[in-house]
């Protein structure tokens, strides 16, 4: 097997491997050294963009300034979710300095890490649309429910963060090394089913919490005549316009870039008649650019869209600030929110 040949040579550097191996999965031939290169390249560029969004989007739920999202279920999750897209960021910075450093690194490490990543990102999304089910469609059980779990979600997460670590990381030390080759075959197989089911989960679940917002939009528009331009019916058909337009975009984003991912990835493990094709392997490569993209796109997305977390990174990175203002009608000095960019 290629691949193995090349993970024994690649933990000796004497002995350089006659084939190219990307991300520990990907076995290509020497001639698309460039390719590499370049998505090696835009790997770690896009990956180091990831690491600096996702942080500032835990550290604004962390010190939250508005004293609004620290309590919130949704944010907690969140800021799981971040925690998890910086870890997969940092792998891939890793791995990329490790590259242009030609320094030798086991191969299937950049696998176990990412495996551990991508799981936490599949269980925090998982419990996230569950909430986001909860409040939209079941809002009164919910909020009972709710009440209970926000006392011990952060201890659950965590939890969950040293489990799925210690899982996927423990046969790294235990199994021999001619089994290894086996054991990533089969940690890839499992994140991409994980992904799998995660996009059947968005697409039932959204596809329920659409249904509900539409249905909700038709009954204001019976109940406060929006037609009429009433101010409380537009003010909330705006608010579930907004979530339901964030969530789409999201969902949408994910399942587009995910469902070729994964039909990719388990072709080239288990396709004998077209594993060993260049074009899939080539497929194969510049799909993960693509995969990183959503982990820069995810807390992008929530700091733009919503006003609440907007207003929160504002304040959090100083580019909000407070200020007395004088009216120029009235000589009482009034104290309000002043927005101004901050001085390098």
Same mark, same amino acid.
């Given at each position: 097997m290629i691949k193995v040949k090349i993970m024994e040579q690649s933990r000796n550097a004497s002995q350089p491997p006659a084939f190219l191996l990307v991300f520990g999965f990907i076995v290509l031939p020497q001639k698309y050294e460039v390719e590499r290169d370049v998505v090696v390249t835009l790997v770690g560029v896009l990956s180091m963009? +990831? =690491?600096i969004f996702n942080a500032?989007? =835990? $550290?604004? $739920? $962390?010190?939250?300034?508005?004293k609004q999202l620290r309590r919130n279920i949704t944010a907690t999750l969140l800021a799981f979710n971040s925690t998890a897209n910086v870890f997969i960021g940092l792998v891939m910075v890793m791995d990329s300095v490790f590259f242009w450093s030609d320094r030798n690194v086991f191969p299937e490490i950049v696998v176990y890490l990412n495996s551990c990543a991508i799981s936490l990102y599949f269980i925090g999304n998982v419990l996230h649309t569950l909430n986001i089910y909860g409040s939209v469609v079941v809002p009164v059980r919910y909020g009972y429910l709710a009440f209970k779990v926000r006392k011990i979600l952060v201890q659950f997460m965590a939890s969950i963060f040293i489990i799925t670590t210690t899982? $996927?990381?423990?046969?790294l030390y235990t199994l021999p090394e001619k089994k290894v080759p086996a054991y990533v075959e089969g940690v890839l197989t499992f994140v991409c089913s994980q992904l799998a089911f995660l996009t059947i989960i968005f697409i039932y679940l959204y596809a329920k919490i659409f249904q509900t917002l539409y249905r909700r939009k038709r009954t204001l528009s019976l109940s406060f005549h929006i037609e009429r331009s009433s101010r409380q019916g537009m003010k909330i058909a705006k608010k579930n316009y907004e979530v339901a337009k964030t969530l789409f975009i999201h969902v949408f984003l994910f399942v587009v870039v995910t469902i070729p991912e994964t039909i990719i990835v388990m072709t080239l &493990? !288990?396709?004998t008649a077209c594993g060993n094709s260049s074009k899939l392997r080539l497929a194969a490569l510049f799909s993960i650019p693509c995969v990183i993209t959503t982990f820069v796109f995810h807390p992008i &997305?929530?700091?733009?869209? &919503? +006003?609440? !977390?907007?207003?929160a990174m504002k304040q959090t990175l100083g580019i909000c600030r407070r200020s007395k203002s004088i009216s120029s009608s009235a000589d009482k000095p009034q104290t309000g929110t002043v927005c101004a960019v901050t001085s390098a």
């Open positions: 963009i +990831s =690491v500032i989007l =835990v $550290i604004v $739920i $962390i010190k939250d300034p508005l899982a $996927i990381l423990i046969p &493990l !288990y396709c &997305l929530w700091l733009s869209r &919503l +006003s609440t !977390y907007k207003q």
